[in-house]
């Protein structure tokens, strides 16, 4: 089983990482490359671009002026242990167990606008250009169109490794564009998760954000083999519905709490 996630605006580079081990992203070169084409965009071109402030602008252009290789635990950080938003909140990261995260190696996969796909323990430098973005670049009018079908390959890469072919897709919209689905040799299947407000249940992005996290913990725990694992997700309160469900969907609901 594998499955994927988004990365987060939010970086942390600060707190200690909990291991020592870490990997090189297998897309560095088409990272590396992507990098040096945001170099020549000023912090005004990246704020109008990306829709941020000045200040962040000013940031982001600093940071693709640092972008360097090699990539080494004095200039980058684990991606697990870098990212610092919802998902990543659910997901706990520095909690899981040796073996959880030995697992995580081989069976989470988080997808990114700058490296195209990472594993946990991938070094990575701090940046932001989020897979939405309408950069122009080499290779077309946007990053899916530079990305093209290279994540997707790298999933199958990684779907074949791993030994099945269920890829659980606890990413956003945005990112998950960034898989072509007739050329990804598995199955998809993706946890919804829906709270209770004012006697209905709906999705509510900043909860389901957190319990995509916690779902990939819950994965990652129990090293879970199958969609019938799965249902039998029940963190904070979320219990799996057979009646909202189908095959390729799985819904999850939480009364107000």
């Not at 942390?12 to 990482?17: A, G, K, L, M, R």
């Not at 990098?35 to 600093?62: G, V, Y």
């Not at 290779?139 to 093209?148: C, H, M, P, Q, S």
Request: hydrophobic letters at 40%; glycine letters at 6%.
């Amino acid at each position: 089983m594998l499955v994927v996630v988004s990365p987060a605006k939010n970086l942390d580079y600060t707190s200690p990482v909990p291991v020592e081990k870490a990997t090189q992203p297998v897309l560095l070169d088409d990272a590396a490359a992507l990098a040096e084409h945001c170099r020549s965009l000023s912090p005004a071109d990246l704020a109008s671009l990306m829709k941020i402030s000045d200040k962040l602008a000013t940031l982001n252009a600093n940071r693709f002026n640092a972008f360097s290789t090699p990539f080494t635990k004095e200039n980058a950080r684990q991606a697990i242990f870098a990212f610092n938003g919802d998902v990543y909140t659910g997901l706990d990261a520095a909690t899981l167990s040796d073996d959880a995260l030995a697992y995580a190696q081989s069976h989470l996969r988080i997808l990114s606008g700058l490296y195209g796909v990472l594993r946990p323990l991938d070094l990575m430098q701090p940046y932001r250009l989020e897979m939405g973005t309408k950069l122009a670049n080499s290779k077309g009018k946007n990053l899916y169109e530079y990305w093209g079908n290279t994540i997707t390959t790298e999933l199958n890469k990684a779907l074949s490794q791993q030994g099945d072919n269920v890829l659980v897709n606890l990413a956003s919209n945005e990112y998950f564009k960034s898989v072509k689905p007739k050329s990804l040799d598995g199955m998809i299947v993706t946890p919804v998760f829906k709270d209770q407000k004012n006697g209905q249940y709906k999705v509510i992005s900043f909860f389901a954000k957190k319990a995509r996290g916690l779902m990939a913990r819950y994965i990652m725990e129990h090293q879970t083999e199958d969609v019938a694992g799965l249902k039998q997700f029940n963190e904070a309160g979320y219990e799996f519905s057979e009646e909202q469900s189908s095959d390729s969907e799985l819904v999850f609901l939480r009364d107000e709490v």
